[in-house]
């Protein structure tokens, strides 16, 4: 039994993969919460929680879900618009919600544009610039998000969800797996059920997101 | 592997594409008396195997030979023969790449050709399969059984199991596709096993139905974009961050190192439910336990029945997976152990290497008895290093004969 728990950060100058820490991957009709496997029913309402929580609560639609490639993906990707309309409406006027894609997986040079996009390289860029404290990947191929998830784990304070398609990811603070249309809208309900029952972090980090 | 929608439907040879599991574990078997290399055939047959890609060197040429028979039946759909062992395996990445299930065998110097190869095929999280039938790779050359090239293998970020029958052999090539087509592992597997012990004795292997084959592999549930043409490989190639000098470059390449690793470590659950654990033990509450793997492992029955006659009773554990390597399961086959012997085919004895590596008092482990070069390892040389651990006198075997 591992004593390792997937936490906020900034973790460490190159942080450990949480699955070589003894992490494991939920089973079908599970989650993970820092690591720990819950029902799944129980991260739907700590995402959510998350979610309503942070003052730039921010989704990043991967190229699985951006490009209409097949029908699945193209309804995916009206249920994440749906997800991000829901949390406009359901933060207060002090939080931001954002949508910033990551179109595809290339380092950039010189550097990517912040404001639009997020790169699996230095995908902390995004979260600085933005003072993102809360995300959600959703259709960024397994591999890609475990890089950017363990990056982000490693120099920011941001809180990580990844909603994946397949096995689900440890490196990620909190985890869905078997992504669907349905389990997206059902996030979606889950933000609007606790609407104004959340009160907004106040937690400032001097090396995190949340300078 | 290919989602549930073409379960239950027939390939273009007529075999039924059937659930993996209920294959595995509920069809009917039949018995068989094949070689190895007889058995890679048949298990290949029921793969629904894409691409095949062969090289010449012994032990492993007559399994590839088969595979063309294969081919030539329409089992398999493309089958070449590479330039060199190095041009296999560059080979063997591109259909890989390009979303076919691959499959490959090689040997000895062959593999150590093909070397550079490895690490990027874990790296590129391409899940080939390629059979190890392992002989010596130094000078003066030998064709003959010797498992030093798996040393090799253990840290290129493939999976690797090391069969000991001719069974193993065959379930264990097609369970490898499953395990290694995972999501969340899909890293390529090298089966090793010992080189004409296994490939070219025959055995009684239990075959699955030659009407049934696993399900086709599915590029799209890949961890990276599969390679078609709205994704070319230009488009990843292009400025590689390795080519550039500064921290985020560097980080960005330890951080994909470590997710190869990661997904090793992911592999355990998948490899525990498939070939029921990674290692098997037998009477592991004995004073002294047998610990290795391949056929060593066989010699070290003859040895624990040849001292169950004498009265001194020996446990054993079978490692079955290298990588993952089971060092809790060791840890726990071994907590009452006052002497662990650790036989092997090479001379420098990386398996109790491992093993000292992830136990309590490695003090314990007594690494020998070793041979190479193609030598046997009668199990009377395990016997004595027993009773010389033991504190019993024995006759020297090097004395036979003379």
Not at chain 2, 113 to 133: C, D, H, K, Y
Not at chain 2, 287 to 296: E, K
């Amino acid at each position: 039994m591992t004593q390792y728990k997937v936490l906020p950060g900034p973790e460490h100058f190159l942080p450990p993969a949480a699955a070589s820490m003894g992490i494991r991957l939920p089973n079908p009709g599970e989650g993970h919460i820092n690591g720990v496997i819950v029902p799944e029913e129980q991260a739907y309402e700590e995402a959510a929680r998350q979610f309503l929580m942070a003052k730039v609560p921010t989704i990043f639609p991967g190229p699985l879900v951006l490009w209409a490639w097949n029908e699945k993906a193209a309804k995916k990707a009206t249920a994440i618009r749906h997800l991000y309309e829901t949390l406009k409406e359901c933060v207060t006027p002090q939080q931001r919600a954002m949508l910033i894609p990551m179109p595809d997986y290339r380092p950039k040079y010189p550097k990517i544009n912040p404001e639009v996009e997020i790169n699996p390289n230095h995908p902390n860029l995004t979260i600085w610039h933005n003072k993102i404290d809360c995300c959600m990947f959703v259709g960024v191929h397994c591999h890609q998000a475990n890089l950017s998830l363990k990056i982000i784990r490693g120099g920011t304070s941001c809180y990580t969800i990844a909603m994946c398609a397949q096995a689900g990811h440890e490196d990620a603070m909190l985890s869905f797996r078997d992504a669907s249309v349905e389990k997206i809208m059902k996030l979606a309900e889950w933000v609007r059920k606790l609407k104004g029952t959340v009160k907004v972090s106040q937690v400032v980090s001097k090396s995190g997101a949340s300078n | 592997m290919a989602t549930n929608s073409v379960i239950g439907t027939k390939n273009k040879k007529g075999q039924v594409i059937t659930d993996a599991r209920q294959m595995m574990f509920e069809a009917p078997r039949t018995p068989s008396f094949y070689t190895g290399s007889e058995v890679i055939k048949e298990a290949i047959r029921r793969a629904n195997v894409d691409v095949m890609i062969a090289y010449p060197i012994t032990p492993q040429s007559e399994a590839a030979a088969l595979i063309g028979e294969l081919f030539a039946e329409g089992y398999v759909k493309e089958y070449f023969r590479g330039e060199s062992e190095f041009a296999v395996m560059s080979e063997c990445a591109g259909a890989a790449f390009g979303g076919a299930r691959v499959f490959t065998t090689t040997a000895g110097p062959g593999t150590m050709r093909a070397m550079e190869n490895f690490p990027m095929w874990s790296g590129a999280r391409l899940p080939i399969q390629m059979i190890v039938t392992c002989r010596g790779i130094n000078s003066p050359l030998s064709i003959q059984p010797d498992t030093l090239e798996i040393a090799y293998l253990l840290n290129t970020g493939m999976l690797v199991w090391h069969a000991e029958t001719a069974q193993d052999f065959y379930d264990w090539i097609l369970k490898g596709y499953i395990v290694s087509e995972e999501p969340d592992v899909h890293l390529p597997l090298a089966l090793c096993c010992d080189g004409f012990f296994v490939t070219h004795t025959k055995d009684m292997v239990n075959l699955t139905p030659a009407d049934m084959c696993l399900p086709p592999y599915d590029p799209y549930r890949s961890p990276v974009p599969c390679m078609d043409m709205e994704c070319p490989p230009v488009r990843m190639m292009r400025d590689p961050f390795v080519m550039k000098s500064n921290y985020i470059s560097y980080a960005t390449h330890a951080s994909w190192q470590q997710e190869v690793w990661a997904a090793v470590e992911r592999s355990r659950k998948h490899t525990i439910a498939w070939i029921d654990g990674l290692i098997e033990t037998e009477n592991t509450d004995a004073d002294v336990l047998i610990v290795s793997s391949g056929t060593a492992v066989s010699q070290g029955r003859e040895a624990i029945r040849l001292l169950a006659d004498e009265g001194i009773r020996v446990g054993l554990v079978k490692i079955k997976s290298l990588r993952p390597w089971p060092w809790q399961e060791i840890r726990e086959a071994t907590k009452n152990a006052k002497h662990i012997i650790v036989p092997e085919f090479n001379v420098v004895g990386w398996m109790a290497r491992e093993i000292k590596a992830s136990i309590p008092d490695s003090d314990r482990v007594v690494s020998g008895p070793r041979v190479g070069g193609g030598m046997t390892m009668p199990p009377e040389i395990i016997v004595s290093e027993i009773k010389n651990a033991l504190g019993i006198r024995n006759a020297a075997m090097a004395g036979r004969g003379s």
